[in-house]
């Protein structure tokens, strides 16, 4: 049987597997019971594995002949959301929720442990299963990096369920996908006083308030047009009462960027506009700047070779058209190892309340997506073990 036939056959367990990571959400890197149930299945599969960290798994499937290795990655962390979905299988877990579809990609990545296992005689090579951690706080593919998880392995495969796609298309366009995420913290400092004389302080909340302003004009004037970014202050801390003048705020925010040259130039403009600000108002600023993820942008072979093996498993009409996203992925250290692609796995169906954005309390998608997904990782492993 092909990759296609077998993902059809285990289509109920993936589905029921899904289901009951749905119903045990755990948050990022305490998925013990996510983990104890990956090993134990995959035990009765068949297929060897080791713990990596606390709660990674990596599963190997050893082909009969000898070959590359891909890895495919399936993410395994829930989210601090309480479940507004009233469905059979909702969270038994108050508080938890799997409002990101990671409970889909677990369950794929399971059901494609199957089929791999089942076809391993006309396997060239090795895969490796990488049941990732930690993904909703960007440590768990670091961990399993760290722990040499990636040593000897050629390409990388990765996932991620998306609703903003319909169900029945999937997304593997090469080039830029998801933006490198990165942490602004701005320390400002003025001096305090009482709020009727401002004159006699250094007021540290205009200075915040100009700040917010200045770095408006890095996107819109200092930045190519054609270069997406994003520079947004979550967080304005200042002051304690209304006829006080603050001496200090914070700022915090984040920066999304697609071009690595445009987020190396970030530090440096923010810096400037951020002490240059104060300076002019009397006050002092202070910039940390701390990287996060980089970009997640895929590889023009891997892409071609992910968008055939959607081809085999849908037709043509399966493979989507779908405009890179400014959210973060860490899948993206993976890929800075090894050439690979991660596919978005439309599935959003507004007859089935799959419409709603990922991290919403009523997140859901619609399940046909996972026998596509399943069989995808199968057949990206297969096509390129076997080229
Ligand atoms: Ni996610």
Known sequence: MEAKSLANKYKQYVIDMRREFHMNPEPSLKEYRTSKRIKEELDKIGVP????????????????????????????????????????YKSQNEGYMHGCGHDGHTAMLLGAAKILNEMKDQLKGTVKLFFQPGEEVALGAKIMIDEG?????????????????????ISVEAGPRMAATDIIKIKIQ????????????????????????????IVSREINPLDPAVVSIGLLKAGSRFNVLPGDAILEGNVRTFNPEVRKAMPEMIKRIAEYTAKSYRGEAELEYIYGTPDVTNNEVSSARAAKAVEKIM???????????????????????????????????????????????NFNIDEDALEYGTALYAQYALDYLSE
């Open 49 to 88: 594995y080791i713990t990596v960290g606390e709660t990674a798994v990596v599963g190997t499937v050893e082909g009969a002949k000898p070959g590359k290795t891909v890895g495919l990655r399936g993410d395994m962390d829930a989210l601090e959301l309480l479940e507004q979905n009233d469905v059979e």
């Open 149 to 169: 998880v990636m040593e000897g392995v050629d390409e990388v495969f990765g996932m991620h369920l998306w609703s903003p796609l319909e169900v029945g298309k």
């Open 190 to 217: 003025g001096k305090g006083g009482h709020g009727s004389a401002p004159h006699q302080g250094v007021d540290a909340a205009v200075i915040a308030s100009a700040i917010v302003m200045n770095l408006q004009s």
């Open 315 to 361: 037709g043509k009409q399966g493979v989507a058209l779908f405009e890179k996203v400014t959210g973060g992925e860490d899948f993206s250290y993976f890929m800075e190892k090894a050439p690979g692609v991660l596919a978005l796995v439309g599935c959003g169906n507004p007859a089935k309340q799959a419409n709603y954005p990922h991290h919403h309390p």
